[in-house]
């Protein structure tokens, strides 16, 4: 009986702990991958998940409106352009 409230134990501390610490690791990989602390942001998404997904999608969304705002349609190169010929039906 004691061995198996040990592993149900082990096995809710596991399931519990995988979430928030592959979230973690995210977030560390993005931060390294923007130039930021990786350790921080470890440890910001570790324990404060959620808080840490809203900000990394504001995060996002700030630098991708100000790449669209610095890119005009004259500097977008004519074969990053979806298109198909038109003399295909």
């Known amino acids: 009986m004691n061995a198996q ?3 149900a134990f082990a ?3 596991m399931l519990f702990y995988s979430a928030p ?3 973690g690791l995210f977030c560390a ?3 390294q991958q923007h130039g930021r602390n990786a350790w ?3 440890f910001f998404g570790l324990l404060l998940m959620p808080v840490a997904g809203i900000w990394l999608l504001a995060i ?3 630098l991708r409106d100000a790449a669209r705002t610095t890119r005009s349609s004259a ?3 004519r074969h990053d352009l ?3 010929r038109k003399d295909v039906p």
Do not use: E
């Open 21 to 23: 610490m592959a979230f």
């Open 60 to 62: 996002n969304g700030d």
């Open 5 to 7: 409230i040990v592993h």
């Open 75 to 77: 500097t977008v190169p």
């Open 29 to 31: 990989w993005w931060a």
């Open 11 to 13: 096995t809710g501390l």
């Open 40 to 42: 921080a942001w470890f």
């Open 82 to 84: 979806l298109s198909t």
